[in-house]
């Protein structure tokens, strides 16, 4: 399997205008360098769906958006479906697809409907096949009877279905989405989940997803690749994440008066069962529960380290 | 390469058939701004109409020229407020980081920008174009068709005039108002008689602020076609349009993507 996007050492730094006053800073502005991506490499193959995560201005949509075609680099480079996406950005647009949480593509006040219509012109689809592809989606994503409203009056899900539409119609071979699931309730962003995942199975679409809900991640992708202050600090596969931390257990006793006792231990420094002896010996356990720590623990833990 | 241009003439023209389509969604609206827009117009060319008539001319400058220059400038205003307008949005997709939207279709980004933004009631600043030409005295054939074409070079330099503020944005957050308020000085100093800049007036006038390049010029290749001042007129036009572009593709390449919330 061939790799579809290359990224070696790419870094993005930011020239930020120092706030002060006066006629001197008019003049001679100061500068501030902010090091938003620092130096990172990696590979995605053919098919791929990764996960892009870290906390805050870690760097995650500065990435995507340099692999987009949106922004040039400081230095380094990557190669996206073969082309250096800043030098090919009209051509590379026929093969990427972009959905940013926080932005919309769709024209604002225009229906739906019609918003597709231009795009399918900007990206020139053929009428037929576009009505075939629309169609198909529509009925993907259902989102039929949002077809006549105009972007201003859909929900933040509706609009979110709409968005990811609007990002496929040209049947791209990869897909950015930049907190796809942003500001969604539970439900929203369950069927988000899965149809990104159904959709990229189904068309062999590569992905790169950032969020901050680990279950995005776990649910629809299969590598995860992790950034803190622009420096990346993890690329394997999610399985191979939870193994990495699997020396650690979630213990939960109950005790007979009801209350709920609750301890982590390492198993590394102190083996299972001396942990549940002491904890018997103490307490009048009515109850237990064993667990791995929940991903939301590995990853904070993981971001605490870098 | 023809195939190309071919393809976005088609877009073009669905960009411009769903405005029309958005505009005629309430007809008699539609139609009463671009009469109010011809009346506003003609009021003016009016004032300048009784103006002539107590002073016979200035510097050399009859109602015949003035209605020319009307006639120039409407017609290049018009095509600039109808086909691309959107240009004046540039510093807010800028800010705002809409600009991206742009930036990962495979179209010219400038043209969609462009064509982003229209304004039907213009479509009566051709009305009044037109008509100022046959009122001007100077009407046959021949300065038909170089009112046409002067009229679509001041629109090339109206446009890029209006790219190069917009791309003050690229350096300047919140440059709108400024970006805004300069093109108005360069629409109001062509509404003038060109007659009045003399000295280094008229080197401003035909320079920094080319306002002469959509009045000067065109009046005087409309009335009598001479080689010196077309050649004057295309030169600069063409270092203007350079100059923009160039200034575009710089600020592209230290646009910064900001985050400010909000949607297209
Ligand atoms: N347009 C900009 N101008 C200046 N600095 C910027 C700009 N965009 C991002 N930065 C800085 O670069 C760093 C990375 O920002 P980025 O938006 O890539 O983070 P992120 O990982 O997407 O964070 P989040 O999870 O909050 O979306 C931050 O320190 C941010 O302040
Ligand atoms: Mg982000």
Redesign the pocket.
């Known amino acids: 399997m061939t790799n579809i996007i290359e990224v070696s050492q790419l870094t993005?730094k930011?020239?930020?205008q120092k706030p002060s006053s006066g006629l001197k800073s008019f003049f001679k502005p100061e500068y501030k360098n902010?090091t938003?991506?620092d130096r990172i490499s990696f590979d995605i193959k053919k098919g791929e769906r990764v996960a892009f995560i870290?906390?805050?201005?870690?760097?995650?949509?500065?990435?995507i958006?340099m692999l987009s075609s949106i922004l040039y680099p400081t230095s380094g480079t990557a190669l996206v479906n073969g082309l250096v996406p800043w030098d090919n950005r009209k051509k590379l647009a026929y093969d990427i697809g972009t959905v940013f949480g926080q932005r919309s593509q769709l024209w604002y006040n225009l229906p739906v409907q019609d918003s597709f219509a231009l795009m399918g012109k900007i990206y020139d689809l053929d009428e037929i096949p576009f009505k075939r592809r629309l169609s198909k989606l529509v009925k993907l994503f259902e989102i039929r009877d949002l077809l006549e409203h105009p972007t201003r009056s859909l929900s933040l899900g509706q609009r979110m279905r709409c968005e990811i539409v609007a990002s496929l119609l040209h049947k791209p071979q990869i897909l950015f989405l930049?907190?796809p699931t942003i500001g969604l309730d539970v439900t929203a962003k369950e069927i988000i989940r899965n149809l990104i995942k159904k959709q990229a199975l189904e068309e062999d679409t590569t992905l790169l997803l950032?969020s901050?809900d680990t279950d995005d991640m776990e649910k629809v992708c299969e590598r995860v690749i992790i950034?803190n202050k622009?420096k990346l600090i993890f690329n394997d596969s999610i399985s191979a994440l939870r193994d990495s931390y699997l020396n650690k257990k979630y213990i939960e006793v109950t005790t007979e008066n009801g209350e709920k006792i609750k301890t982590v231990v390492n198993t590394k420094e102190k083996p299972a069962k001396q942990a549940i002896d002491e904890l018997v010996k103490k307490y009048h356990v009515t109850d237990m529960t064993i667990e791995n720590p929940p991903m939301e623990e590995i990853i904070k833990e993981i971001y605490n380290r870098g | 390469m023809a195939a190309r241009f071919l393809k976005l003439c088609k877009l073009f023209l669905f960009i411009q058939k769903s405005n029309i389509k958005t505009a005629f969604l309430n007809k008699a609206d539609a139609l009463i701004n671009v009469i109010m827009m011809t009346i506003n117009n003609l009021s003016f060319a009016f004032m300048w109409w009784v103006i002539f008539e107590n002073k016979g001319s200035v510097n050399g400058w009859q109602f015949g020229e003035m209605a020319l220059l009307f006639a120039v400038m409407n017609n290049a205003f018009a095509t600039f407020a109808l086909f691309a307008r959107g240009i004046q949005l540039l510093p807010e997709y800028i800010d705002n980081g809409n600009l991206d939207n742009f930036l990962t279709t495979p179209k010219n980004s400038l043209f969609l920008i462009s064509t982003s933004e229209s304004t039907f009631a213009n479509w009566g600043d051709y009305i009044t174009g037109f008509l100022m030409y046959f009122l001007s005295g100077y009407v046959n054939w021949k300065s038909f068709w170089m009112m046409m074409l002067c009229s679509f070079l001041a629109f090339i330099l109206l446009y890029s005039f209006r790219l190069i503020m917009s791309c003050l944005a690229f350096i300047i957050s919140d440059s709108q108002r400024l970006g805004d308020n300069i093109f108005m000085a360069l629409l109001t100093f062509a509404s003038q008689p060109a007659s009045i800049f003399t000295g280094w007036y008229k080197v401003l006038f035909l320079t920094i602020i080319p306002a002469g390049m959509i009045s000067f010029y065109p009046v005087n290749l409309i009335k009598a076609f001479n080689w010196e001042d077309f050649l004057a007129l295309t030169i600069g036009i063409s270092i203007f349009w350079l100059s923009s572009l160039l200034f575009y593709h710089w600020g592209l390449k230290h646009y910064?993507?900001?985050?400010r919330f909000g949607v297209r």
């Open positions: 993005k930011f020239k930020l902010v938003a991506v870290g906390p805050n201005g870690a760097g995650k949509s500065t990435t958006k930049d907190e950032t901050h950034i622009g | 910064s993507s900001g985050n």
